[in-house]
C-alpha cells in the first residue's frame, strides 16, 4: 500500500508540476541514439514501425519524469509505446507532432543509458527521400523529481537526441524461393530425398523482389543452411546487406529415399508384402489403400520396426485382416529415428509409440495392387483311361480357376496350364494324357480387373497314375 501510494503521490505531482519552479541545473538527460531507418524497425500489429528509444542519465535516483516529445508530423504518424523498467509508463496526450510522455516509480529509477524508460513507434511516410533526417526535440516544462518522493526536487532535463537518417538501405519485402529442379513439393511443402553420401542438402535459392521476378543481386545477403544433415527438416536462413536490411527463413523436409522395389502376393494366410532395404532406416510404415464398399481410402496400415525382415503379412491377425475378392494397393515408407529439432524446439521422427503415427522422414516406395485370392483346397484326382478327374472347393469370389500338372513333383517338366472361366466349377476333366504317366496337379483361382489378371496361391498338390 505505501509503494502504491508513493507511486500515486509522484504521479500527481509530475502531471500538476509548475514549470517556474524548476531549480536553474539540469541533472538529468534523455537521449535518443537515432541511426538508419531501416536499422530501427520493429513490428507492431503487423506493420514495419520505426522504434524510438528513449533513455535517461543522470547522477542519483528519479521517481518520476515527464516530457513532451515533438516530431515532424508530415514524416511520422505515432501508432503506439511500450514501457520500460519503471513501474508505470504512460502517454498523457497526443495530438499531430506531440507526445506527451510520463513516466514514474514508487521504488525510484537509476538513470541507465542502456535500458529505454520506454519507446516510442513511428509509422514513417514511404515517400521521403533518401538522405531524409527525422528528428526529435523537447518541448518546454520537461522535467524530472528525484531525491525523496515525499519532498521532490525537481529539475530540467537536457536533450541529447540524435536524428533518424532515411538511407538507400530498404527493408527486405520480397520473396526467396528454391531454384527450379532442386526441390520436390508435396502440396506448398517443399523437400528433397536423403542424400546419404552428400552429407548436407543445400538446394540453391534465388531472391527476388516484391514482384516475385526482379532478382536481387546476391551482394545484398549472406545465407546459411542449419539443419541440413539428416532427415527432418533444413532450414535456409538469408540477412540482408547493403542496399537492404531485414531477414528471411525458407524451410524444407528432407526425406528418406523410398524402397526401390515393392512386391505383393497372394499366400495361404493373406497377402505378402515385400520391399527392398532403405539405408539408415529404423523401420518400415506399410500403407494400405482398399476399394470395397466400406474401405475407398490410405491408412497408415501397420509399423514394421525390425529393419532386417523385410516381408511383412497383411491379413495375419485380427487386426489386419482382408476379404476375398477386395482389390488392394500397397506402398512402403521408410522412417527414421525420433530426434530433436533444435529450430523448431519439438521432436521429428516416426512416431513410435503409435502404429498409424505420424510418419513424416520418409517417401513411399512403389505402389503395387493385387487382389485378395483365397488358396483353393485340392480335394482329390482320380485317374482315368488316357485322363485324370481333378476337383477342388470352389470359390465364386473370383473369375475362374487354373489348373497346372506336370510329369514331376517340382512341375518342370512337361507343364500344361488350364484355364476354367466358370466359377461355379467344381472338377474338371483333363485328356490325352499317356498311359502309365504318373501327373502332379495343383490349382489356384485368378480375378480379372481393369485388363490386369490376379492370381492366387497355387493349392496343395496331388497325384494319380493315369490308366
Known sequence: MKKLLAMLLSLVMLLTFVPAALAEDEAFTLAIEGGEVAENLEKVNGEDCLAVPVVLTGSENVFGVTFDLTYDAEQLTYVDYKGGAADMTMINGKTAGIVKCVVTSAEGMTPNAEEPIMTLYFKVNEELEAGTEIAFALAEGAFAETVDPKAPVACDIAAEFKPFIVSDVIPFTGVVKFN??????????????????????????????????????????????????????????????????????????????????????????????????????????????????????????????????????????AAHQTYAGTRYQYGVKAYFTRRMDP???????????????????????????????????????????????????PSKNFTGYQIKYATDANFTKNVVAVKITDPSTAQKVITGLTTGTTYYVVVRSYHEFNGMTYYGQWSNALSCKVK
Open 180 to 317: 527450379e529442379g532442386e526441390v520436390q513439393y508435396k502440396g506448398a511443402t517443399p523437400y528433397v530425398i536423403w542424400d546419404h553420401d552428400a552429407g548436407i542438402h543445400t538446394p540453391a535459392f534465388t531472391v527476388y523482389e516484391e514482384d516475385g521476378e526482379t532478382v536481387i543481386d546476391p551482394e545484398n545477403y549472406d545465407y546459411e543452411y542449419k539443419e541440413n544433415v539428416y532427415p527432418g527438416t533444413g532450414y535456409l536462413f538469408v540477412t540482408f546487406k547493403g542496399a537492404y536490411t531485414g531477414e528471411a527463413m525458407l524451410s524444407f523436409k528432407i526425406y528418406l529415399p523410398g524402397p526401390t522395389e515393392t512386391y505383393v502376393e497372394n499366400v495361404e494366410n493373406g497377402i505378402k508384402v515385400t520391399w527392398t532395404p532403405v539405408e539408415d532406416a529404423a523401420g518400415y510404415v506399410i500403407y494400405r489403400r482398399a476399394w470395397s464398399s466400406t474401405t475407398d481410402g490410405w491408412t497408415a496400415f501397420a509399423r514394421w520396426d525390425n529393419t532386417t525382415e523385410l516381408t511383412y503379412i497383411d491379413g495375419h491377425d
Open 343 to 393: 529450430i523448431a524446439g519439438s521432436e521429428i521422427g516416426g512416431n513410435v509409440n503409435e502404429p498409424s503415427g505420424n510418419f513424416n522422414l520418409g517417401e513411399v516406395g512403389p505402389l503395387k495392387t493385387t487382389v485378395r485370392i483365397t488358396t483353393r483346397v485340392l480335394n482329390s484326382v482320380t485317374a482315368g483311361t488316357k485322363q485324370m478327374t481333378v476337383k477342388w472347393t
